[in-house]
């Protein structure tokens, strides 16, 4: 256990080194502030204009666009790093010396989630700051938001290690990630059209669609961590704690499944593509 | 068992039973026993698609295979990876590094691997002795051919293995290269390290091995020390063709 914790804590400080060196994680947190900065800049402009502004939180959605930002980063981010690996070679490399699927797929998982971690702790920090100059009031929200996003984002990771480790190479990874989310988004579009179809007749076959639709969205929901995330933040902004320990409790079972769920795939399709 | 499988066995660094890898229909590697004597260098020879590649992967623990046994260094490297694998050095056919560390960087995240402390003066003592002193800020995925296998021999060598699996460790050296290579490979197994060269230039394993084994259909042709295989005159390139 000590060499499996040794090989993945430097494989994981390697690719932080090189995630922080990157443009991307920059880039990710100045368009979550720029999202930031055009909705307290609505605000702002309903304040100059002596109009009545009720909010219980000025800075939860803010965080909760960037973190969801900063997730969507790092699915493409981990969904490709295995592939991406395989391509160039050094994923054999590695395992020829001391490392194995575990101590491997436990490395990117940490570095991703480190990456996270310190995006949306920039992101808090920045938020009290505009909390500061603005005069909103930061509530205790904004930072059960943030305890939420990093399990949450730890899903996401898990989720495109685990797409990342069923492919061979970067575009099919991509084409992968992006089939999923195209299903997931599919399922939402679907379940909402028809929902909102009223049928009079009990025998008509889109009954049994709009059932069998919010039944699939019903599932998706609890397996995609982006969903989590909102439910708990939801959770956490109407004070049921019960919802948002719930939430979290899930985002980390999704960490412990995928991982585990990647692990058993690398092993079984092996090093190389 | 007699006295001398015996001995085989205690000093074996490398013993395969009956080894065998498929690919669907394909039999890649067939049931190959062998067994590699600590301090020797063994020629590891064989046809393209022989099965060479196949069975050093299964050697190194990262390909399963369809059935046989492996024990590398008295363990097996793919249920005891760690302990086995970190006494081991690796060239592979195609050398990787990370496209955005320089050839020091790539050494100094291998050491972190391996933990190793005191590893700068091993790696400036490699990088000077295989003609790499002044590129070691350069991008190793910058290098030319040759000088990444240079480089791989030099990770390869940084945790001062026991074992050396070399596949191809020459390809792309200028007659330069391939002697700082041969020298330094000589040297190492002087010291003690094992070696397994797998090599097209058979002049090379002539030169360097102590016993070859030449891999025919995924089974060993021909086996033994290169001086009893070849007959006078020959060369271990005629013994090569006439295994194969």
Partial sequence: MRDRLHAARTIAARDLLGLAAS???????????????????????????????????????PYFITATIAMLFLAISSATAVARER?????????????????????????????????????????????????????GVLALAVLLSIPAAGAVVALGLFLSTATGSVRAALALLVAVTALLLATRVAADLLGGIVVANNQ?????????????????ARLSPFSLFQDGVDAASRGEYVGYLTAMGVAMLHVVALMWAAIRLLDARGLRG | MDDDDLRDVASAVIRAESLTRRYGVLTAVDGL??????????????????????????????????????EVLGGSPSADPFRVKRRVGVVAEQPAFYDDLSAWESLAFHAALYRLTGWDARAAALIERLGLAGFERLRAVDYSRGMRQKLALARALLHRPELLVLDEPVSGLDPHGIRQVREL??????????????????????????????????????????????????????????AT
């Fill in chain 2, 33 to 70: 026993d062998l067994t590699i004597q600590r301090g020797e260098i063994y020629g590891f020879l064989g046809p393209n698609g022989a099965g060479k590649t196949s069975t050093i992967r299964m050697l190194l623990g990262i390909l399963r295979p369809t059935a046989g046994t492996v």
């Fill in chain 2, 185 to 242: 490979l000589l040297e190492e197994n002087a010291a003690g390290v094992s070696i397994v060269l797998s090599s097209h230039i058979l002049s090379e394993v002539e030169r360097t091995a102590h016993r070859v084994g030449i891999l025919s259909a995924g089974r060993l042709a021909v086996e033994g020390p290169v001086s009893s295989l070849l007959r006078p005159g020959e060369t271990l390139e005629d013994v090569f063709v006439r």
């Fill in chain 1, 87 to 139: 391509d160039q070679g050094t994923l054999e490399t590695l395992f020829h010396g001391p490392v194995d699927a575990p101590s491997y797929l436990a490395g990117k998982e940490l570095a991703q989630v480190g990456a996270f971690a310190a995006i949306g702790l920039a992101a808090a920090l920045l938020l009290v700051a505009y909390g500061g100059l603005t005069g909103f009031r930061v509530t």
């Fill in chain 1, 204 to 220: 008509s076959p889109l009954l049994f669609a709009r059932d069998l639709f919010l039944i699939l969205d019903a599932i998706a």
């Fill in chain 1, 23 to 61: 443009p991307a994680p920059y880039v990710v947190l100045a368009l979550g502030m720029l999202a930031t900065l055009v909705i307290l800049r609505g605000h702002l402009d309903v304040v100059a204009r002596g109009q009545i502004l009720l909010l219980a939180d000025a800075f939860t959605l």
